[in-house]
């Protein structure tokens, strides 16, 4: 019998070039792919990061941004990154040792296999940590248990994930210390909590029942109506358990009770990294840094203090205006709104709050309103935003972005709305 040069029998009626046309094509075909150039393997988004950083570095050595300056902006939010930094090992630590494991089984079974009850009990427990901790709390420790109760519950990851990460940016307008926007927003205003939340009520309740049609409508309506409640989670490691729970427990209630996130947040990661050199050493390297969000959250502020002294206090009270009235708190809220995701919200509040004037209370907390529950359209726009992308990123689930920015914008126009006309409803009852 007639066989190819590779040992396989010839095709009746096969021509010579055939064969060798067919054994070319295979043999190619069985050839691995060659390595695609490293810039090619780099996330569009570390470009961003790194790009920002860059720029920022940049301006400092042409003189755009003056070194005094400069060095006084990394001093003021190097608090900040060290912050950020320690709840990122944190929460990353304490979900390596199953602590958001057993709290998603305990959700997926209090929620008897419904699609609908799991959808209600995970916008509750968003809102709530979001409303009574911070929005980064939220970011931070949330994520990843929604992230678990997907994988235990059989259910698609993104409708829970991006519950976290649209509560946690749009939850935050009720009390002083869901975010830092809002300390010191209460300040200029003059407003005690109690008297602050009452003034933020009906914004709150307005972005909290748009943003659960949203993620009803964009995400949630789309999983299986039934799932199957899982077994119970027994930790691998018990010790490892407890310690990651117990370092949760105190950031929490560190939070709770005013005291300094700054070295709160510290001293728990450190007690969990210590308790994992002890049992589990292995599990510690350098990849827990959140170098990504670090370098972002740098190259931000040099790049936005740049842009603050060449112009942009007199473009942000031509966008934002002085007007005191209604119009005023419309104009604000929409520049903060845009701003935020061009940029991001923490720049552009300290931006608008310096133009605006200061007997103008109710346009400040147009802007709050703004730069609050605006940020759901790019990653960029709020940290929150960033850690939750962290850790999605950690846990191995690919966010379309596209897709990510088509919803927020519908969804933030909407929350705009119903937030910015609560707040005037409010003002005139």
């Known amino acids: 019998m007639k066989t190819t040069k590779a040992g396989r029998p010839a095709r009746a009626g096969s021509s010579p070039a055939a064969e060798v046309t067919m054994i070319q094509t295979t043999d190619v075909a069985e050839l691995p792919a060659p390595p695609r150039p490293w810039w090619r393997r780099v996330d569009a988004l570390d470009w961003v990061r790194v790009g920002l950083l860059v720029g920022g570095v940049l301006a400092v050595a042409l003189g755009l941004l003056p070194r005094a300056d400069a060095r006084e902006t990394v001093e003021r939010i190097l608090p900040l990154l060290i912050f950020l930094g320690a709840v990122i090992i944190l929460a990353e630590l304490a979900a390596r040792a199953q602590v958001f494991d057993v709290i998603a089984a305990r959700i997926t079974i209090a929620a008897r296999g419904s699609n609908l009850a799991l959808f209600a009990l995970c916008l509750l427990f968003a809102a709530a940590t979001t409303i009574f901790l911070n ?7 949330l994520t990843p248990v929604m992230l678990a109760t997907a994988v235990r519950a059989g259910v698609p990851a993104l409708p829970l994930a991006m519950t976290t990460v649209w509560l946690a940016n749009t939850a935050s307008l009720l009390l002083p210390v869901s975010n830092l926007t809002n300390l010191l927003a209460m300040n200029r205003v003059q407003l005690s909590p109690l ?7 009906l914004p709150q309740l307005g972005a909290l029942l748009v943003v659960a049609g949203c993620l009803w409508l964009f995400y949630w309506r789309r999983s299986p109506a039934r799932y199957e409640p899982p077994a119970p989670v027994k930790p691998v490691d018990r010790r490892l358990f407890i310690a990651g729970s117990a370092a949760c427990a105190v950031f929490i209630l560190g939070v709770i009770t005013g005291l300094s996130i700054y070295w709160v947040a510290p001293l728990c990661a450190v007690a969990v990294v210590v308790a994992f050199a002890v049992w589990r050493r292995a599990e510690l390297s350098w990849k827990l840094l959140p170098w990504r969000l670090l370098v972002f959250v740098t190259g931000l502020f ?8 060449h112009g942009l206090s007199d473009w942000m009270t031509a966008l934002i205006g ?16 845009v701003l935020s995701n061009v940029l991001n919200n923490l720049p552009v509040y300290l931006a608008g709050e310096a133009v605006v004037p200061v007997a103008n209370h109710d346009q400040l907390l147009g802007l ?14 709020s940290l929150a935003t960033l850690i939750w992308a962290e850790s999605c990123t950690s846990a191995g689930l690919k966010i379309q972005w596209g ?19 609560g707040l005037l ?3 005139h009852l």
């Open 135 to 141: 929005l980064d709390t939220t970011a931070v420790l």
């Open 302 to 309: 040099l790049v936005v203090d740049t842009i603050g002294r």
């Open 368 to 381: 709050l309103i703004g730069t609050n529950v605006g940020p759901l359209i790019t990653p960029w726009a």
């Open 403 to 421: 897709r990510f920015m088509l919803a927020g914008t519908v969804t933030a126009v909407l929350t705009f709305a119903a937030s910015v006309g």
């Open 195 to 201: 008297e602050f939340a009452a003034r933020m009520a």
């Open 322 to 337: 002085t007007d005191p009235g209604d119009e005023g708190v419309i104009r604000a809220a929409a520049a903060g709104g």
């Open 425 to 427: 409803l409010s003002i």
